[in-house]
Nanobody
Framework: QVQLVESGGGLVQAGGSLRLACAASGRTFSTYVMGWFRQAPGKEREFVARIWWSGGATSYAESVKGRFTISRDNARNTVYLQMNSLKVEDTAVYYC?????????WGQGTRVTVSS
C-alpha cells in the first residue's frame, strides 16, 4: 500500500483557484489509479476526479467538469487537482485515494473553504 499526504487547501474567494497536491510514498505509484474525493459538512464523501496510470485517461464528476483538472507526475509520485472558478459549494475536505488491484489507500484530507 501507498501512504498519501495531501496539501494545498485553504481559504479562497468564489471565482478563485487552488491547486491541491497529493504526495505518495513507495515505488509503485504508477500502478495506482489515483482519485480525488471530497466531503462537505453533513454530507457523504463524493467522487471528484480520477486519473489512470499514465495519465492519459481521466474522469470527472459533472459538478466540476470544465473547472477542475486532475494530473499526475509519476516521476514525483504526486497527483494534482487544479481547481478554477471555485464556488461556495466546492467547500469540503478533499481526500486523495490510491486505487490498486487489490488494495486502496486514503490520505488524511485537506480542507478547502470557498467564501462568497
Amino acid at each position: 500500500q501507498v501512504q498519501l499526504v495531501e496539501s494545498g487547501g485553504g481559504l479562497v474567494q468564489a471565482g478563485g483557484s487552488l491547486r491541491l497536491a497529493c504526495a505518495a510514498s513507495g515505488r509503485t505509484f504508477s500502478t495506482y489509479v489515483m482519485g480525488w474525493f471530497r466531503q462537505a459538512p453533513g454530507k457523504e464523501r463524493e467522487f471528484v476526479a480520477r486519473i489512470w496510470w499514465s495519465g492519459g485517461a481521466t474522469s470527472y464528476a459533472e459538478s466540476v467538469k470544465g473547472r477542475f483538472t486532475i494530473s499526475r507526475d509519476n516521476a514525483r509520485n504526486t497527483v494534482y487537482l487544479q481547481m478554477n472558478s471555485l464556488k461556495v459549494e466546492d467547500t469540503a475536505v478533499y481526500y486523495c485515494k490510491a486505487e490498486g488491484l487489490d488494495n486502496s489507500s486514503w490520505g488524511q484530507g485537506t480542507r478547502v473553504t470557498v467564501s462568497s
